[in-house]
């Protein structure tokens, strides 16, 4: 069997893991009604409704501009399609959207510090990023992307030792 192909199997099932916990914390828990877009938009996307999901997401985009959340989901569908073609298109929307995302939650988190939300998106945006880079075979970036999803989740860990989804996401890099 071809290495590349388990190489690719594993990331995409790692990915579809990690994304499935995203939604099932957020679908598990009391939302206001902005994070309810976010439920849906997940929902439409794992039904494979991509412009759904998108208009969800855009919608959380305009009531929270400065929430890194809506970019970083919106980001998803951009990482599916291209782990499927490499198609560049795909990999530069991602990447531009991940880093909407990162720069709006390093800002936030000069006013709140212990926002461990934020940091789970942050993780959570340099997992996806450590994927797209490993697909892409640039090892070099995929190595520092996980080294930053390790410090965000371990950042996370540090502020509530009881937030269960950190250790659960940490563990994916030891399967």
């Given at each position: 069997?071809?290495?590349?192909?388990?190489?690719?199997?594993?990331?995409?099932?790692?990915?579809?893991?990690?994304?499935?916990?995203?939604?099932?914390?957020?679908?598990?828990?009391?939302?206001?009604?902005?994070?309810?877009?976010?439920?849906?938009?997940?929902?439409?996307?794992?039904?494979?409704?991509?412009?759904?999901?998108?208009?969800?997401?855009?919608?959380?985009?305009?009531?929270?501009?400065?929430?890194?959340?809506?970019?970083?989901?919106?980001?998803?569908?951009?990482?599916?399609?291209?782990?499927?073609?490499?198609?560049?298109?795909?990999?530069?929307?991602?990447?531009?959207?991940?880093?909407?995302?990162?720069?709006?939650?390093?800002?936030?988190l000069e006013k709140d510090t212990a926002d461990v939300f934020t940091y789970y998106i942050l993780g959570s945006v340099?997992?996806?990023?450590?994927?797209?880079?490993?697909?892409?075979?640039?090892?070099?970036?995929?190595?520092?992307?996980?080294?930053?999803?390790?410090?965000?989740?371990?950042?996370?860990?540090?502020?509530?030792?009881?937030?269960?989804?950190?250790?659960?996401?940490?563990?994916?890099?030891?399967?």
């Amino acid at each position: 069997m071809n290495l590349f192909y388990l190489q690719k199997k594993l990331f995409c099932n790692i990915n579809f893991i990690f994304s499935a916990i995203l939604f099932f914390q957020f679908v598990s828990n009391a939302q206001p009604i902005s994070l309810k877009k976010i439920s849906s938009g997940l929902n439409s996307l794992y039904d494979f409704q991509f412009e759904l999901s998108d208009s969800y997401f855009q919608d959380f985009i305009n009531s929270n501009p400065e929430h890194a959340a809506g970019y970083y989901f919106k980001s998803l569908k951009r990482l599916w399609f291209y782990l499927d073609n490499r198609n560049e298109k795909y990999l530069n929307e991602f990447i531009k959207y991940t880093d909407t995302s990162i720069s709006k939650a390093e800002l936030y988190l000069e006013k709140d510090t212990a926002d461990v939300f934020t940091y789970y998106i942050l993780g959570s945006v340099y997992f996806q990023k450590a994927v797209a880079y490993s697909r892409g075979e640039e090892y070099l970036n995929a190595l520092w992307a996980t080294k930053m999803f390790q410090y965000y989740f371990n950042r996370i860990i540090s502020i509530d030792s009881t937030y269960s989804d950190a250790y659960m996401c940490l563990s994916l890099i030891h399967i």
